[in-house]
């Protein structure tokens, strides 16, 4: 409800706080008394200081009303520490949907839709915001009643600025505001100077070109939904333009005073993205990735809460950015794991988020990809959302063309070199042309890995169940997890082949190997590795797309969503190490990683070809990518999935229980899935379990799961069935986790 001048007159007695204090117990709203000197500046939203227990704590108001008649020993707040409410109901909405979604503390929840930086106690530098003063002239004929309803918060204290969002807060919007300052009656005021991230981004020229046909199709439908609530599938091959797409439907978003939040992948969130949305919209951009400092994410939070930026572009966090009046939500590459947090609470799926961030402020959601999900592409096919579809390259580029190499048969005939004749042949013409290359790692490998060329094998540690890597300059295997090491066997453990090799897995390997048989080609490697450091990332595509650097080596994490003209060669090094993963999205992993590998070759005039290495030539997830048919692939990865109940047809929940004593980690684990059943059952639920994880141990921790798997539509409140067992299921030693749609089985 707002609280503002035209709405009724709230009681603000009492209020309704989540004090920010990360337990179970205390998981809840508490009562305290506003006293009257605070109960006029005080909204929903706010931060306030108060005390609890012994202590003093931050907490968060969500809500104004009266103690239940028995609660005694009410007590004051103690302090606003913000001057506007920082949250908005909106927000606070989605916050609490999480939190009984995901099953997570409320605090965790409000923890993300706060300023980047905030949660550690920081004051929020509200001195930025954008603000309206009396200018004591204008014409007051023929006011409207919004325009009014302003004029006379202005005359109360005639002297005084009011920021946007506080007038916002009352009901009178942008649009009424500008208007007002158009007849001169108000003047318009920044009050700071804010922290812009410096301009790191490739600048991009803004092209006007006509779209395609099936671009206009996409764009008008996408059009035609704003101001509703629409979730669009848009299904493009690459380079088929759908960023374009993306961009004319945000401009016309703006146009209409609607806000829009553009999704990346982390990695992705590359320079050249960044440029392209710059140019476009200039300041009314705000970013949002890892990249930047505290401050700078924190100020641009800002410019979007007061609704100087209208835009924001951002890796997953970002999908609870505070952008004013949203209409419009893209979620790029919307099939990527990295929407998902997964290693920590609240575990959330930014996709999830969006969906039900949109619903709640009538926006539109549209989900790109070249690979779309499983499970959107399904929700695309039922109904309930809509698919578009972008079926050729803009131009009329042809797809590349894409051979498959088998490796094995390069070992029989004693090629035991990383590349295969064929990829060394191609590399060469395509150098010899002058023309850049691409080789992809599927793994975000730094290293190496020990495998048995016969039978396929790779040496794992015992300790973590995951493969070891291989560290050349000490000549020993180390786990990653647990940093255990031991010198590489002479003999395959399973068949006893001598065939057992390390896979040149790495991209620093990739490159020495490259360097080794093309001493003049220029060639850099872009991984995490790498472009951890600052600016480093922009600088190398920089080198890249001016043609200094012939070849790029990298993981498809970190090169996805590039456009080089230059590329005419794509090389995927290693396809399988994902296939192999005992999880039941491996096939559509490898899929799309294939898919979008493929992708960035060929987006020239010079055409392009894509060599596939593997050890897996026979694999529908192999031969469908290599045609670049995804329909194909989606059929058969959909019955697979319908016949083994997965998802699209449930969603699943797993609950993790992980400690140092495997006795105890495995009583925890029955414990509960005796708590649960009957829970379970219900609701009409299916429960899996307990069983040990495939990961079983990770950094001498075992692990236990118990899967549910809970119908694909309709509520899912984790938090209701935690808490029907919270009591007698505490646990000592053992931490339990729980994960509504995890993104890894492992
Ligand atoms: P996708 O994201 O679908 O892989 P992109 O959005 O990267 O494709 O588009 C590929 C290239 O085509 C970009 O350089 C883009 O500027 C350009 N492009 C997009 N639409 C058109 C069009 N209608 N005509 C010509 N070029 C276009
Ligand atoms: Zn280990
Ligand atoms: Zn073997």
Known sequence: MQDGFAAPIMNKE??????????????REFHYHVPPSLQPSLHVGHRVMVPFGHRRVVGYVVGFSPPPEDVAGIKDILRILDEEPLITKDLLELAHWMADYYGCLLVEAISCILPPGTRAGGRVGMRTLKAFRLTGGGSLKGLGPKQQ??????????????????????????????SMVKRGILKEESLTVLRRPEDQALKRKHQDFELTLEQQR?????????????????????GSGKTEVYLRAIASALRSGLGALV?????????QVMGEFQARFGDEVALLHSNLSLGERHDEWLRLRCGEARVVVGARSAVFAPVQ???????????????????????????????????????????????????????????????????????????PKVEIVDMREELKRGNRTIFSRRLQRELAGCLGRGEQAILFLNRRGYTTFIFCRECGEVMQCGDCS?????????????????????????VCPVCHSRAIRHFGAGTQRV?????????????????????????????????????????LVGTQMVAKGFDFPGVTLVGVVAADTVLNLPDYRSSERTFQLLVQSAGRAGRGPDGGVVVIQT?????????????????????????????????PFCRLVRLLFQGENEAEVQSAAHLWSRLLRPKVRRRDWEMFGPAPAPLSRLQDRYRWHLWLKVPPEGPLSIKELLSECAAQGTLTGVNLSIDVEPSFML
Not at 14 to 27: K, L, Q, S, T
Not at 149 to 177: D, H, M, W, Y
Not at 530 to 547: D, P, W
């Open 14 to 27: 009492h209020a309704e706080i989540i004090v920010d204090v990360a337990a179970f117990p205390v998981d």
């Open 263 to 271: 999704l990346v992948p982390e990695i992705a969130l590359t320079a």
């Open 511 to 551: 490159v020495e190997a490259f360097k080794e048989q093309f001493p003049r080609a220029r060639a850099a490697r872009l991984d995490a590795d790498v472009t951890s450091r600052k600016g480093a990332h922009a600088e190398i595509l920089r080198s890249f797309e001016a043609r200094q650097l012939d070849v």
């Open 325 to 399: 009046n949203l209409g419009l939500i893209v979620i790029d590459e919307e099939h990527e794991p990295s929407y998902k947090q997964d290693d920590r609470h609240p575990r959330y799926h930014a996709r999830t988020v969006a969906m039900k961030r949109a619903a709640l402020e009538n926006a539109v959601v549209v989900l790109g990809s070249a690979t779309p999900g499983i499970e959107s592409y399904y929700r695309g096919q039922e109904g309930s959302s809509k698919l578009l579809i972008l079926s050729k390259r803009v131009e009329n580029l042809p797809l």
């Open 615 to 647: 050890y897996n030539p026979h694999h529908y997830a192999v031969l469908t990518a290599a045609e670049h048919d995804y329909e194909a692939f989606y059929q058969q990865e959909l019955s697979f999935r319908k016949s083994l109940h997965y998802p």
């Open 218 to 238: 996409a764009l008008s439908a996408i059009m035609g939904a704003l101001g509703q609530n629409q979730v669009f599938v848009l299904h493009g091959v690459t």
């Open 466 to 490: 995951v493969s070891m890597t291989y560290h050349q300059t000490e000549g020993e295997l180390r786990c990653h997890y647990c940093g255990k090491t031991q010198p590489p066997p002479q």
């Open 149 to 178: 309803l302003a004029l006379e918060l202005f005359r109360k204290e005639p002297n005084q600025p009011l920021t946007a969002v506080s007038l916002e807060e009352q009901g009178i919007g942008r649009a009424t505001l500008q």
